[in-house]
């Protein structure tokens, strides 16, 4: 599936620059071009910046990173119920709240890293087994319609955007 294969009305008007962030692309391309990416990035932090935040108030770079984990973790599950049929409305969630109970700042560096690689591997695994029916299926999601293909697209846009603010307030 490519991104341009997705029609407005298959995602919250909300995620439209996370779609655009990641530009005319082939899903499970970049899904895996996004792992090696965010693992090169991961390769230049130093350990002592994990509990650097760029101003009060702003989350420490290792909460950024379990933040990245944790929304994709969340986005594959609406993917999977989605892309299986099921039509139950799926609640938002609130990432302010997610982040402090992460315990980020108490996890290596390597600890982030493997983490991060067993969820993106989860994701490639799961993208990889939907067929083109599926990745067009919709369902709810914090109040929107949401096909599975767009979660898929989130994700990598999601993760696009964060390692854009990463590099520009972190590095």
Same mark, same amino acid.
């Given at each position: 599936?490519?991104s341009?294969?997705l029609s407005?009305s298959?995602?919250?008007p909300?995620?439209?620059?996370?779609?655009l962030?990641?530009?005319?692309v082939e899903? &499970? %391309?970049? /899904?895996?071009?996004?792992?090696v990416?965010f #693992?090169?990035?991961m390769? %230049?932090?130093? $350990?002592s910046?994990?509990?650097?935040a760029?101003?009060?108030?702003?989350? #420490? &770079?290792a909460e950024v990173?379990?933040?990245?984990i944790d929304?994709e973790?969340i986005?594959?599950?609406r993917? /999977?119920?989605?892309?299986?049929n099921?039509k139950?409305?799926?609640a938002?969630? +609130?990432?302010?709240v997610y982040v402090?109970?992460?315990?980020?700042? $108490?996890k290596s560096?390597?600890?982030l &890293?493997? %983490?991060y690689?067993?969820?993106?591997?989860a994701t490639?695994?799961l993208?990889?087994?939907?067929?083109? +029916?599926?990745l $067009?299926?919709?369902?709810m999601?914090?109040?929107?319609n949401?096909?599975?293909?767009?979660?898929g697209?989130?994700?990598?846009g999601h993760?696009?955007?964060? &390692?854009?603010i990463?590099r520009?307030?972190?590095?």
């Amino acid at each position: 599936m490519l991104s341009s294969d997705l029609s407005a009305s298959e995602y919250n008007p909300y995620y439209h620059n996370y779609i655009l962030a990641v530009g005319e692309v082939e899903l &499970l %391309e970049e /899904l895996k071009n996004g792992k090696v990416v965010f #693992t090169a990035l991961m390769a %230049e932090v130093p $350990k002592s910046k994990l509990d650097y935040a760029y101003a009060d108030g702003k989350w #420490t &770079l290792a909460e950024v990173l379990m933040h990245i984990i944790d929304a994709e973790r969340i986005f594959q599950y609406r993917a /999977l119920r989605f892309g299986r049929n099921d039509k139950a409305p799926l609640a938002g969630f +609130d990432q302010d709240v997610y982040v402090p109970e992460s315990n980020a700042l $108490k996890k290596s560096k390597e600890e982030l &890293l493997n %983490e991060y690689e067993s969820v993106r591997n989860a994701t490639v695994s799961l993208f990889s087994s939907f067929d083109d +029916d599926a990745l $067009k299926r919709v369902g709810m999601a914090s109040d929107s319609n949401m096909s599975a293909g767009a979660m898929g697209f989130i994700i990598c846009g999601h993760q696009a955007h964060h &390692l854009n603010i990463i590099r520009e307030r972190y590095l």
